[in-house]
């Protein structure tokens, strides 16, 4: 593939709010491994993750370092003292001799798309900041959220003006990754509806 910048889509939804999506820039599975060791490894102190779908949001947070591994297409992420942990497809997946995978079914297990996410309310007010991974059908594998300005780092409490230096991994993995400079710094904003 020779892009080199991000494909840009945006979704509109019935709550009158939008999603801008930046596409990662060939999604191959050396790739995704790469980004997804960066959140993992190196940032996995700054970052939630876990699922987003219509009427359910999981949001999750190691508190140590976890262990990152790769096995036959899978990325696997947790730690050793601690039963939970995750798998993502991201490579090919052709299982063993005695049970081979069908290549159909790697197709679909396997991510095929990878976006970095802004949400904005129906205002336009961007209100977080996100990775999202989906499979071969378009299912959603995996939610990344970024620190907010509007958050503290906890994410536990709102905050009355905005530190916009909580966008700075956002803006360096999205610039790596889908080809998209940092946004410039807004000289004045107002709080967007958060939920």
């Known amino acids: 593939m020779n892009q080199t910048s991000s494909e840009e889509t945006e979704e509109k939804h019935l709550d009158g709010s939008t999603t801008e999506f930046f596409d990662v820039v060939d999604p191959s599975g050396e790739r995704l491994d790469e980004l997804l060791r960066i959140v993992f490894e190196e940032r996995w102190a700054d970052i939630v993750f876990g699922t987003m779908v219509p009427g359910s ?35 090919p997946h052709i299982g063993t001799k005695s049970r081979p995978t069908p290549p159909a079914l790697g197709a679909i297990r ?31 594998m995996l939610n990344v959220f970024f620190p907010s300005p509007w958050l503290s780092r906890e994410r536990m409490k709102a905050l009355r003006e905005p530190v916009w230096e909580h966008l700075a991994l956002w803006n360096e993995l999205r610039a790596r990754f889908a080809g998209v400079p940092a946004d410039p710094v807004p000289a004045a904003a107002n709080r967007p509806a958060i939920h």
Request: proline share 3%; hydrophobic share 35%; charged share 25%.
């Open 57 to 91: 949001v999981f949001e999750m947070r190691f508190h140590a370092r976890p262990n990152v591994g790769y096995l036959d297409g899978y990325l696997t992420v947790g730690r050793e003292d601690d039963p939970s942990h995750f798998h993502l497809c991201i490579g």
């Open 110 to 140: 396997r991510c095929a798309r990878a976006a970095f996410y802004r949400d904005a309310d129906g205002a336009g007010r961007a209100s977080s900041w996100g990775l999202r991974l989906w499979n071969g059908q378009q299912q959603q």
